[in-house]
Each structure stands twice: as structure tokens, then as C-alpha cells.
């Protein structure tokens, strides 16, 4: 979610290149023979290696995606608001109207119900709107030479060539996230290779061109992490009071009686209608002062997309909010909460209308519209954090610019 900017990488592009000069294009020439004969062992053929490896101008911009450390964590009401938010419920569910039949097919194979489907497709790629820009075949081929997952990037750079050889996507279509994730689903090629399936039938598995491919490609990823037919991910809970929170944690996980015995009930009074074994664990992703949630198997199922809670957490609120569901009854533990991407875009237009120069108005805050946020924070006398929350969009909007920003 957050992102150097332009220039960050423009600046470490520059030292790199001034850096490495010559002694950089023979090694990477010398890679690039390593590779060539990786490949022929691996399968893929010479004409498609030639065609598609040394004819890539290595970028060395990647090294720093690679090893960035986040220069913002990103506090999980910030997260969850920018990724659930009315745009993307509204948006989801006119793709559960548009592509009903498709998800109902998708369902019978692989059992996974069309809500959970769109709410994956949503996250990964605002349904099919943002792919990422990077051709994977230059990304995967300068990352298999320099940096330090050499031996993890070759993997990922066959797997492209596979894809490419096969005719299943073009190369010009391979276009991703910095590290190779492409298309509806963002599969990395390894992904791809073992999860993605032909499902309208034209003999291509393509996660890029085709949504019913993609879309059978995730209920297929969601069926071999254990996906159970038929049972929720989980459900916002109340925790009684003075609740010990020490056993909470997805890993922890206890039957359903024991957390119910221990007082735990849903948010909306509902019976559970799962057996009193089910495997239940407890989440508390602000701790327990904030939104308190039990998870099941599918909690873990989702969880393995993307390995990170906060992440399955979002796609598991998603699904719920595409099933007619409100936002989290218990608010977040913070007196500053977080903006939808409507509210961001908002914030972005009072500090351009400050005359803060943060670029175009995308909805992203990034290091630019945090240095301008710091600006105006200390300017109104609140908490100078840079985060682009509820506090200061509020306080832009009552307050009138010293220069007032010319009539539209
Ligand atoms: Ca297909």
C-alpha cells in the first residue's frame, strides 16, 4: 500500500547505473548465459528464451522495491478503510450482478460462493482495474541476476517463459507488480503454474484477458488451501467484560465451545451453526479494546493468498459487505479513524488547493501528501504524524485556504 515515490527511484536508478557501469553489463551478460541454460534444462525452448531475456535492459529501480524497508507502517484502521470502502462494496457488487452466471459455474466446480470470489478480485486488482505497470519478463530477469533472491526470481522468470512459450498470455501482457504478480488474480508465475485454470474454455489459462479464467483460478487457489464449502470465514465478536486477551491469535485455535464457554458471543446475538468442535481461533487485530473477531478454517484458507492478516481480514469484511452485511459493529481503538479512497482523493484536493505540490490526486497517500499532511497539521496545532485520517480532513475542510484556490 505504500509506495516510493517517483522520485526516490529515480534518484536510486541514477546511483545505480553511475555505480555499476561497465562491470554491471558483463555480469549481467554472464547471467543471463546462466539463465539461458537453466532454461533449455527446465524446458523452455532457445527461440523463446532469445526472444524474450537478452533483449531486457535490466532495471536496477528494483533493487530498492526489493530491499525497502516501510518508511510508514500502515495502522490497520487505515488499511481496512481504504480496502473496504463503498466504492469497492458498490463496485463488487455490480461484478456479482454482471458475472452471475459465471460465479454460480465457479461455485459448482470448486465450491467457493461468489462473494468471497469477488471479494479476492476486488483486493487484488479493484476487479481487474490495476494490474501493476512492470513487464514481469525485465522485472523477473533483472531480479534473477542482482539483489539477494536471486535463486527464488529464476524460479518465477521460467515459469514467465512457460506462460510465454505455452501461448497462454503474450508477453506484452505479462505486466505486474514489481516482484511479478499479474493479472485479475495476481498470481506469481509458480502460482500460476500449479493453481490457474482454463474455465471458458478456449484452451488458455489466461488470468489476464479472460475473468472467468481468473476467477476459476481463484476458487481453484481457495479449494487447495482447504477451502470448506458452505462455512463462514469467521464473525465479529463481543468479548465480555475484563476479558483476558492472552489466548487470542490465529494460530491458537480452541474449539467453538471453549470460546463460548468463556463468554463470547456475535455481535448480532446470532446462534453459531457450527458444531461445538469446530476449530476456532480468536483475532484482535488492534487488541482488545477494538474489533474482536472468531475465524475458521476459510479465515486460514483466504489467509494464505497473501500471508498477512490484516489482509484477510479485509477481503473477509469485503465478502461480508458484498453479502448486504454492515461495517464492524465495534469501532476501531483510535480517535483519528481512517478514509475510504473517496475521502483520501477529498484530502488530496484541500492540500492541493493549499498550494501543496503532491502531485495528482490518486487517492494514495504517499510521501509527498504526508510531508504536506505534517504541514497543515502543525499549521492547525494537531498531532504532526503525517497520516492522512478523519482528524485532518475534517479540520481542511473548516478551514478556509489563505488564498482561495480560483473558481472552477
Ligand atoms: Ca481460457
Not at 67 to 77: G, H, L, N, Y
Not at 237 to 255: I, S
Not at 326 to 353: C, H, I, K
Amino acid at each position: 500500500m505504500s509506495r516510493p515515490s517517483r522520485n526516490t527511484v529515480a534518484v536510486a536508478f541514477a546511483v545505480a547505473l553511475s555505480g555499476w557501469g561497465p562491470a554491471l553489463a558483463s555480469d549481467f551478460d554472464q547471467c543471463v548465459e546462466g539463465l539461458r541454460q537453466k532454461a533449455q534444462a527446465e524446458g523452455i525452448s532457445r527461440a523463446v528464451f532469445d526472444a524474450n531475456v537478452p533483449t531486457v535492459t535490466p532495471d536496477p529501480s528494483l533493487l530498492e522495491l526489493l530491499d525497502r524497508q516501510p518508511e510508514f507502517s500502515t495502522p490497520i484502521w487505515d488499511y481496512m478503510a481504504g480496502l473496504v470502502d463503498e466504492e469497492r462494496v458498490e463496485e463488487g457488487k455490480a461484478m456479482l450482478a454482471t458475472h452471475a452466471a459465471t460465479l454460480a459455474r465457479v461455485e459448482d466446480a470448486y465450491g467457493v460462493d461468489p462473494a468471497t470470489v469477488v471479494a479476492v478480485w476486488g483486493v487484488e486488482s479493484n476487479y481487474g482495474q490495476v494490474f501493476g505497470k512492470r513487464p514481469l519478463l525485465t522485472s523477473l530477469t533483472t531480479l534473477s541476476c542482482m539483489g539477494r533472491r536471486q535463486s527464488f526470481f529464476r524460479g518465477e522468470l521460467i515459469e514467465t517463459l512457460r506462460i510465454v512459450q505455452s501461448g497462454d498470455v503474450a508477453p506484452d501482457k505479462l505486466v505486474g507488480s514489481w516482484a511479478g504478480a499479474f493479472g485479475h488474480t495476481q498470481f506469481m508465475p509458480s502460482t500460476y503454474r500449479r493453481i490457474a485454470v482454463d474455465f471458458d474454455g478456449d484452451g488458455r489459462r489466461d488470468l489476464v484477458g479472460s475473468v472467468p479464467d481468473a476467477l476459476a483460478s481463484t476458487a481453484n487457489y481457495l479449494k487447495r488451501s482447504g477451502w470448506r464449502s458452505g462455512q463462514p470465514w469467521g464473525f465479529e465478536v463481543r468479548l465480555p467484560e475484563g476479558f483476558d486477551a492472552a489466548g487470542a491469535g490465529r494460530k491458537n485455535r480452541h474449539p467453538l465451545s471453549h470460546w463460548q464457554a468463556r463468554g463470547i458471543r456475535r455481535v448480532d446475538g446470532a446462534e453459531v451453526a457450527l458444531p461445538p468442535g469446530t476449530p476456532t481461533a480468536l483475532l484482535l487485530p488492534a487488541g482488545a479494546t477494538g474489533p474482536a473477531f472468531l475465524v475458521f478454517k476459510n479465515f486460514d484458507a483466504i489467509y494464505s493468498y497473501n500471508a498477512a492478516e490484516s489482509y484477510a481480514l479485509a477481503i473477509a469484511h469485503l465478502s461480508d459487505r458484498l453479502r448486504g452485511k454492515g461495517p464492524f459493529v465495534t469501532p476501531w481503538p483510535t480517535p483519528d479513524p481512517g478514509l475510504s479512497r473517496r475521502e483520501r482523493r477529498e484530502l488530496q484536493e484541500l492540500l492541493l488547493a493549499r498550494g501543496h505540490d503532491i502531485g495528482e490526486v490518486d487517492g494514495m497517500i504517499g510521501s509527498a501528501t504526508r510531508a504536506a499532511i505534517k504541514l497543515e497539521q502543525a499549521r492547525l496545532g494537531l498531532p504532526v504524524d503525517g497520516r492522512g485520517g478523519l482528524r485532518i480532513l475534517d479540520a481542511l475542510r473548516g478551514d478556509a485556504p489563505a488564498t482561495p484556490a480560483p473558481a472552477q
